[in-house]
């Protein structure tokens, strides 16, 4: 029989309050704050401690690279580091749409000012530009010869542009989807790039910020748009790279944020102002010029100057205007941490050209320490920034190294360098932090009321709980304290040090108040990584720098077991609960399996693909978790030597894990400052046979899984899990060296080359699959197809023999009948297919169209013209049957048979066009007339008062949204 095992399954995670990936928003009322949160994106009211709601993706562990909230605040575009790129509503945190386009990490989105654009940038050269309407790609960009790191868009010009590490500066127009005009900035890297009333700003290497001004295009009265440079603008406050330009204030400031700890603030002179201080420059050149002449001529009024200078219009004038004219510096912030994002607070302001820019700004700013700051910047020159705001609790400051449970399971200590912090594992909130030394291991002491923590200077500090102060600290090493280890017994406390000692410590508790006394001491003659006790208490199990594992006696300290096989050092160990086994886990990425009764090797396990950092028993058990400097826990069987489950979701080294109690959860701590809780589940994953697959597609399609409530995990499935893993990883891999091919042919001249312009789409597994069950819906209905002409051929021969029987006398033989197709699933053909197709998502339907084969095109052509007069669906149906003709041009043209096709296809999908966009035009008029009638009979408008109540209302936080979640699958249970 087939051993089955219970299924560990993330529930939450904490700790990381904004992380170093992806930049941060701030909505237009300006009191929510959304923050990048490893592969989530938290939304934040600077007024409380924890995060209102958080958008957690539930298809990918890829961390947030950048995101960008539209103007309204109604959308919010999410890009990973995998590529894929995330739509939300962030009110309800509700996940919309998905595009897969990139082959790398997203670098910048920026969204248009009407949230119908997408501009999407990336570290494979490529930009995309996306419908957030129609959830579709528009075009792919291709020019740059590096890593692009940001885009903006040029409404008043219908462009775009870009800047890249190749140095270049790029403007592209969306009409043609061709560059038409390149520029290259002195550096030879370019980050960032905002664009605001006409004024281009960049920002690279050595604190470079020039700024361009745009010429010709839409706005510009016409000709090739171009960006002309005006200068460079001085910069005294850093000397490191502008990491993040943006306008604020409706383009009446400008902040730019450097690879430091500066953020320099400029204002921005209007036209006004620009023409009044150039028109004062120009006549203090004339009156230098007369001077030098000795003449008179240049004595004329002021107003003459002025209306000459009018009349020569202001192109010429701002021709004479340096950079630093155009941006006077303001406020200057200096944090005191590394900064690694910002952003403008309160999106509606809006300043008109020549009106007074207000008094102070407001910047949220994302340090490196994982906290986040809402600062208030007076806006005059040497104006002051000061914190108004912060959220500083939920995380520590550096990055954590150690944790540990309390008996009960209900409190979890973390410990870093710096502080400590105790959280509840239920709410997941922090209940007390305690200032320590560069902690790297801790324990719960005398029923949780204390906790003990080891610190790098080999320190130990004993803290009681209740009141977060420190009782006692001793010098108890003279190294760094690695690990401590608590007796069954709770009367002894364990501690392993580099200075080559183990240190047994008696715990007293006296009234109110607790000690650590030094009971005695073992030289162990090399550093001592990792110590634990065995379950009985008898023997200390120590993991040693010299790659052996000693065991020796607790009460005598005398040697009992040196376990050797490992090849570089033993970095933890743990004791099973009935003192038969200890696993180790090593820095040479192997676990090994010992027995205790004679110390000999089980088993030896390639564990990790780096070092084994952690390693811990489930109580009562022989199954263990391990974790590694490869991102990844793992659960293992010690009996059967085999690997269970794979956890993923850490994006950097996990230092520990810790079961609970009774192991029905896990708590692990990573250095991207995230806790996270695994929850046992009683959910079993099992696999249905996969479909037949077709021909024209050289790949094979992923099982489907059916969740059901047989409470175990079998371990073949998972094997199998993760050789699909590496099949999508083949796939990816082909996918990216086709588009490297392409690209190298485009360098070289050759043919093939991709060009500028090409599909917005990229293909991946969901495309895969998605045109594996539309041509499994072509073949399905072809032999429907079939199986009724055969029907009908049998009622034919049948109505013949029963006129013979009827002549004869005879009684007629019986009917044959049709039985259902049941893979039609009761639908009619029509239905399926449309069904076949909308089950595609939108952003996957182009590339799931390009790998159907020509035959497949011609039959789709043919089964949607009887559908296209009045079956539903008329846009996809459009959709699919343009893009078609699109893709085949060639080939249909070529093809004469298909002539009358394309003329009824035409003749059809025009009339229905137009019948749909006159019913669409029609209820728009009917809505505009009822929306006049009510507001001319009342003083209110339509829907205001409904907009108002839901904006009244307040945001729903992230346990409301479980418990409503919870609520719905309850009733759909019921029902």
């Known amino acids: 029989m087939v051993k089955s095992y219970l299924r560990y399954a993330p529930e939450a995670r904490w700790g990381v309050i904004v992380s170093s990936g992806g930049t941060v928003a701030v909505d237009p009322t300006g009191r929510l704050a959304l923050a990048p949160a490893l592969e989530s994106v938290h939304v934040w009211s600077l007024r409380q401690p924890s995060p209102l709601r958080t958008l957690h993706p539930s298809a990918t562990t890829s961390e947030v690279t950048a995101l960008d909230l539209s103007a309204d605040g109604s959308r919010l575009a999410v890009g990973h580091a995998d590529g894929a790129i995330r739509l939300w509503d962030p009110h309800a945190a509700a996940e919309q749409v998905t595009f897969s386009s990139h082959a790398s990490a997203v670098s910048s989105l920026r969204f248009s000012s009407t949230a119908a654009l997408l501009l999407s940038t990336s570290l494979d050269t490529h930009l995309v530009l996306w419908d957030a ?27 775009l542009a870009s800047v890249a590490k190749d140095g270049a500066l790029k403007l592209w127009d969306t009409h043609t989807q061709r560059c038409v005009h390149t520029a290259a900035a002195p550096s030879a890297e370019l980050w960032s790039v905002d664009e605001a009333r006409g004024q281009l700003l960049t920002g690279g290497a050595a604190a470079e910020v020039l700024l361009w001004r745009l010429e010709g295009g839409a706005a510009g009265g016409g000709g090739t748009l171009r960006a002309v440079a005006v200068g460079r603008v001085a910069v005294a406050c850093s000397g490191a790279r502008v990491a993040r330009l943006r306008f604020g204030l409706g383009g009446a400031a400008v902040g730019a944020m450097f690879a430091d700890r500066n953020l320099q603030l400029w204002g921005v002179q209007g036209e006004r102002q620009l023409r009044r201080q150039a028109r004062r420059r120009l006549a203090k050149l004339r009156r230098g010029a007369a001077e030098g002449r000795g003449g008179d001529e240049g004595d004329g009024g002021e107003a003459e100057e002025e209306a000459e200078e009018e009349k020569a219009g202001g192109a010429e004038e701002a021709a004479g205007l340096e950079a630093n004219d155009v941006l006077q510096p303001l406020c200057h912030l200096r944090a005191s941490h590394k900064l690694h994002s910002f952003a403008f ?67 979890a200590l973390s410990v870093a360098d710096g502080d400590a912090k105790v959280w509840s594992v239920r709410t997941q909130q922090c209940v007390r932090t305690m200032p320590c030394g560069y902690g790297l291991c801790a324990a719960f002491l005398l029923a949780s009321k204390y906790a003990a923590i080891g610190t790098k200077a080999g320190a130990l500090q004993l803290f009681c709980l209740a009141t977060g102060e420190m009782v006692q600290q001793l010098a108890a090493h003279t190294a760094a304290i690695w690990s401590l280890a608590v007796q069954p017994a709770a009367t002894a406390l364990l501690s392993a040090s580099a200075d080559k000692t183990v240190g047994v410590w008696r ?48 009460d005598s300290f005398k040697p009992y077991l040196t376990l050797y096989g490992h090849k570089l050092p033993v970095l933890s160990v743990s004791a099973s609960s009935d003192g038969a ?99 046992r589940t009683d959910e079993q994953e099992r696999m249905l046979p996969p479909p037949a697959l077709s021909p024209c597609l050289h790949a094979r399609p992923k099982q489907h899984r059916l969740s059901t409530p047989l409470h175990s995990v079998f371990v073949e499935e998972e094997r199998e899990a993760e050789l699909e893993q590496l099949f999508e990883a083949g796939l990816e891999k082909h996918q990216q060296t086709m588009e490297a091919e392409e690209e190298e042919a485009e360098a070289l001249g050759l043919e093939g080359g991709p060009g500028e312009a090409g599909t917005a789409g990229r293909r991946t597994i969901d495309s895969v699959k998605g045109a594996e069950r539309v041509l499994e819906a072509l073949k399905v209905l072809e032999e429907e197809d079939e199986r009724v002409r055969e029907y009908e051929a049998a009622v034919v021969q049948w109505e013949a023999r029963a006129e013979r029987a009827r002549r004869a006398g005879e009684p007629p033989p019986p009917r044959p009948s049709l039985v259902p197709n049941l893979l039609l699933l009761h639908l009619e053909p029509a239905a399926y297919l449309l069904k076949a197709l909308s089950s595609v998502r939108t952003a996957d339907l182009e590339q799931a169209l390009l790998l159907l084969p020509f035959d497949a095109v011609q039959k789709l052509f043919a089964r949607l013209l009887p559908l296209l007069p009045s079956a539903p669906h008329a846009e996809l149906m459009a959709r699919c049957i343009l893009f078609l003709l699109k893709v085949h041009h060639k080939a249909i043209v070529a093809n004469r048979p298909m002539l009358q096709l394309l003329h009824d296809l035409d003749a059809s999908l025009r009339a229905r066009l137009e019948r749909e966009q006159a019913t669409i035009g029609y209820n728009l008029s009917g809505l505009r007339f009822l929306r006049s009638e009510l507001e001319r009979h009342t003083s209110t408008s339509l829907f205001e008062d409904s907009l108002n109540a839901r904006r009244a209302q307040p945001a729903a936080t992230t346990a409301e949204l479980r418990r409503r979640t919870a609520a719905r699958k309850q009733r759909k249970k019921k029902s």
């Open 133 to 159: 309407v129609a959830e579709a790609g528009l075009c792919r960009l291709r020019g740059h010869r590096a890593a692009v790191t940001d885009g903006c868009h040029l409404e008043a010009h219908a462009a």
């Open 345 to 411: 607070a309160g999106g509606k302001v809006s300043v008109v050209d020549g009106e007074p820019r207000p008094k102070t700004a407001r910047l949220l700013v994302a340090e490196r320490n994982n906290s986040l700051k809402m600062y208030s910047c007076e806006m005059s020159r040497g104006g002051v920034a000061a914190p108004t705001a912060s959220i500083e609790m939920a995380g520590h400051r550096n990055e954590p190294r150690a944790l540990c449970l309390s008996a009960d399971d209900r409190m």
């Open 507 to 554: 715990v007293r508790e006296e009234g109110s108040s607790a000690s650590l006394e030094l009971e005695r001491s073992l030289e162990l003659g090399d550093d001592v990584m990792a110590a634990a006790f065995t379950p009985d208490g008898k023997h200390i199990v120590a993991a040693m720098l010299d790659a052996s594992v000693r065991v020796v006696f607790f």
């Open 581 to 679: 086994l200890v696993v180790s886990g090593s820095a040479d990425k192997s676990i090994k399996i010992w027995g205790l009764d004679f110390g000999d090797c089980h088993r030896s396990l390639l564990g990790h693909s780096d070092s084994v950092m952690c390693v811990k028993f489930v109580r009562e058990t022989h199954y263990f978790f391990s974790c590694g400097k490869d991102k990844m826990i793992k659960y293992w069987d010690a009996d059967s030597f085999e690997q269970i489950l794979s956890l993923p979701g850490h994006h950097a080294e996990v230092w520990a894990v810790v079961p609970s109690r009774h192991g029905d959860s896990l708590l692990s701590i990573s250095r991207d400052r995230s806790i996270r809780l695994w929850k």
